[in-house]
């Protein structure tokens, strides 16, 4: 196990993978903690010139970089959510006027999501 103050040279992580690809079984997937030590270098190397020196996808490994770094994350134990103030109409006229004759209301100190509730009750009415 390396300490956290060696950093992993491109050298070591290539023969890293070769010793693996020469001893794997048949097809079976890279192992995490090679990912892990790739991604490590791609962070330092950049994803495209570690890919190439590796022989790796560099689509999954910017993916798992991703992931890695979502994943490392506290998920929020708080969150605020904030509403829209209300905002009111000092005083609003609406006159409807159609078959059976007009229809005058007079609303006085309303919000604005009243306002918006009556005209969507008095149009599906009329429709």
Known sequence: MRSKSHALTIDEVRARFEAWRQNRQGKSPIPD??????????????????????????????????AKATSGKPAPTFVEVLTPRA???PECTIELEGRRGMLRIQLKGASTSDLAGLSRALWEVAS
């Not at 570690?50 to 689509?59: I, K, M, R, Y």
């Open 33 to 66: 903690e090679l990912w892990s030590a790739a991604a490590e270098l791609a962070r330092k190397d950049g994803i495209n010139r570690t890919a190439a020196e590796l022989h790796l996808d560099g689509g999954k490994l910017k993916r798992l970089m991703e």
């Open 87 to 89: 905002i009111s109409v």
